[in-house]
């Protein structure tokens, strides 16, 4: 059931949730860049400890958006989004980090399989667990080594329960800094990830560590076309409704590696 009228709209917007992250350091220019460890409002989050198979996140996770849980009866959308940075970032979306995992070797170049990865919280585009509108990335969470750029792959099982599918490959700069994020492409005519099943690299990156993390996009991405120019949208563009125990934060487009301090905001509605 949709926001029947615009007094509805109106009458159930929440508080507003602010947004804060100092400068930053991005692997290049048009590369993806996660703020979860970068100082600021919310605080720097902790690099996942699950292990290889992963854990569901939720609302609460350390370095995510404090998002509001569902009134019975209500369901609870995306109202406002709204993002400006100082310099070098391109745009920024908001996203609801699903699940997370570590353990997996940035030396080793066999197959690293996972073997009973946990399952998503119910909260893809359908409020399920199958994974629909769900993305998958690499997210560096200690820089890496000096080893030439290297590529990684990935098998999943996607939305419609289709095991052992191969993403397109992602390359891992040289020395990516902790934050880069790498979101790999799904094979043609998938739209979403249930659960990945193996992953592997080309060759050693020497040194670091990096996790792997399944997120949704909550919304359109936002455009930051000059530096403290904000961009933004409104209700007609959230993408839904949106499930409890969700954990958003904003992912980041950079247009060059020394990305100055951005600030932002949410807003949820109830109705």
Do not use: H
């Not at 949730?17 to 979860?36: E, Q, V």
């Not at 699950?50 to 609302?59: D, E, F, K, L, P």
């Not at 100082?86 to 908001?94: D, E, F, G, K, S």
């Not at 993403?167 to 800094?177: E, F, G, L, N």
Request: proline content about 8%.
């Amino acid at each position: 059931m949709g926001v029947g009228t615009v007094d509805a709209l109106l009458n159930g917007r929440l508080p507003v949730l602010n947004w804060y992250k100092a400068s930053f350091t991005a692997a290049a220019a048009g590369s993806w860049f996660s703020p979860m460890y970068v100082n600021g409002l919310p605080g720097p989050g902790t690099a996942p400890s699950a292990g290889v198979n992963g854990t569901a996140v939720s609302n609460g996770r350390s370095g995510t958006l404090a998002a509001p849980t569902a009134v019975a009866g209500r369901e609870c959308y995306l109202n406002a989004v709204d993002m400006s940075g100082v310099a070098n970032v391109a745009q920024a979306v908001l996203i609801d980090r699903m699940w997370e995992n570590s353990g997996l070797s940035v030396t080793s170049t066999a197959l690293q399989s996972i073997p009973a990865p946990v399952a998503l919280p119910a909260r893809d585009a359908n409020k399920s667990t199958l994974g629909v509108g769900v993305e998958i990335g690499i997210e560096i969470t200690a820089t890496l080594g000096s080893a030439a750029p290297i590529l990684a792959f990935l098998t999943y099982t996607d939305s419609d329960g289709t095991p052992l599918v191969s993403a397109w490959a992602v390359q891992i700069p040289t020395a990516a800094p902790i934050g880069t994020f790498l979101p790999f492409g799904l094979a043609a005519g998938d739209y979403g990830i249930r659960v990945p099943t193996a992953f592997q690299l080309a060759s050693s990156l020497v040194s670091g560590s990096l996790s792997l993390v399944m997120y949704r996009r909550l919304g359109r991405a936002i455009p930051l076309t000059a530096p403290s120019v904000p961009g933004g949208y409104g209700p007609a563009d959230g993408g839904g409704p949106v499930a409890d125990g969700c954990a958003p934060q904003f992912l980041y487009l950079a247009s060059g590696t020394a990305g100055g301090i951005t600030s932002g905001s949410a807003q949820f509605v109830q109705a």
